[in-house]
């Protein structure tokens, strides 16, 4: 949301509510500065479109400039009754309502000295059958977007998630309607820009998603990590994410099939989570493969030096690759409840456990014995923070999508004040420096990078029980 736009959301609802609340406020001025407010929205179409939006506010608008007009100069028309004092608080309403969510929602910008490019890989693997469809002859599909270091910040921008323009009804649970305008989304990310020629090749950091969330919901952090000097490679896990374009142009929406003798579900995800390590292995196998990656950054890659990581069932997925994969010299959890094998198996790679405020995003207790069990069979040591203030969700752009007001309130009920923002930046601060050791041969001083930062507890993972120091 512009200053603009939220200045005439404001002042119209302001002046309705007042209106509505007293009738000794003047019908010219009421008139006055609706028609003010008018001429402001004739200028924000000219500038950026009509948003839907903004349709209830000019509703309002025209509710107001009636009302002013009945105060100043009473009608007998009871036809227009309807537009007194209920109504344009009913309008005003209904106005806060559709402002919940922004048109063109505003990420942060990276913070690191490389500009960022990027580019998506849509593959078949054909060595695995698609579970998720009828047809026995369907190949899983595995879809990556790179991000990463690039020599210049010229180009076109890449659109922001897959699919638009054909959205489904619902993308996760937002409203396909709501991201109609998300093509002018800035990523800070330009397509197909050069890589950058300080390194031969770069460090790689896989990347998995949440359960039922996009690639594209991360796009704030994953492209402030590749502005670090790291090659990050998305994933979109078909038939989980709530929108995939396939290889063949298919888009591919989730598909779930839950067994009645599994009522926690636990079988489920870990399957689920088995699937998408193997998503994972996949792509750590085409880092290595000549022309995989087309001819920009293929052979930019450093195929010896990945890591894995992941939010939320992303992060566990993560753990489970990386347990089972040599090639993957590091993971990071983010908030990930672990199943199956990754909540009882040891960890043979440094482990960074990195978790919002227990108290506000409420963790399971699945979550906290499997998390406990990760960090106590932590062979190669890590780390383990937890960010205060921050809720499950302000790792991703999602609260970004939400107006100001909105988001207030959304604290207030799940928590999450410190905002994405800032949570997005001391978790790859942290990230960073965790992977500058195994990826960049260079010091990795984590508690340096969390000192930084308001509201960190944690610290390194004791060699004797793996427990970080505590919050």
Known sequence: ????????????????????????????????????LLVACVFQLRREGLYWQYLPVHALLAALLVLGWRRSRPSPRRALAWLGRGGVVGLAMVTLL???????????????????????????????????????DDRRNVVVQAWYPAASGQGVAPRYIDGLGRLPSFVSLIPGLVMQRYDR?????????????????????????????????????????????????????AYEAPVVELA??????????????????????????????????FVAGQIGRPGAFGPLLSGRLDPQRIAAIGHSFGGA??????MGDARIRAVA???????????????????????????????SRHYLQGNLSLVQHARAGGYRYQIAEANHYGFTDVPLYLSAPARFAAAV???????????QAAGNDLLAAFLAGPLLDAPADVAAAAARHSGLGGGALSSRSGEGTRP
């Open 1 to 36: 949301m512009s200053m603009l736009d939220g200045a005439i959301v404001l002042v119209a609802v302001g002046l309705a509510l007042i209106a509505a609340a007293t009738r000794r406020v003047n019908g010219r001025v009421v008139i006055a500065v609706s028609a003010a």
């Open 98 to 136: 559709a402002w919940s969510f922004v048109p063109v929602p505003e990420l942060p910008a990276p913070r690191g000295p490389y500009a960022v490019g990027t580019q998506v890989f849509r593959w078949v693997d054909g060595e695995r059958a698609e579970d998720a469809t009828a047809d026995p």
């Open 185 to 237: 989304i800035d990523t800070h990310a330009r397509v197909d820009a050069p890589v950058a020629t300080q390194r031969t090749r770069w460090p790689v950091v896989l990347f998995s998603p949440g359960y039922g969330a996009s690639r594209a919901f991360y796009s704030g952090l994953l492209a402030d990590l590749a502005s670090r000097g790291f090659v990050v490679l998305a994933l979109d896990h």
């Open 248 to 281: 063949d142009g298919r888009l591919a929406t989730p598909v779930e099939r839950f067994l009645p003798d599994d009522p926690d579900r636990l079988h489920y995800m870990s399957e689920r989570q088995s699937v998408r390590a193997a998503d994972l292995r």
């Open 317 to 322: 997925s993560a753990v489970e690759a990386a």
């Open 333 to 363: 959890n983010i908030d990930g409840t672990l199943y199956g094998r990754a909540a009882i198996d040891p960890m043979p790679v440094p482990i960074l456990l990195l978790e919002s405020d227990h108290r506000e995003t409420r963790h």
């Open 413 to 423: 009920l799940i928590g999450g004040s410190r905002g994405p923002a800032l949570t």
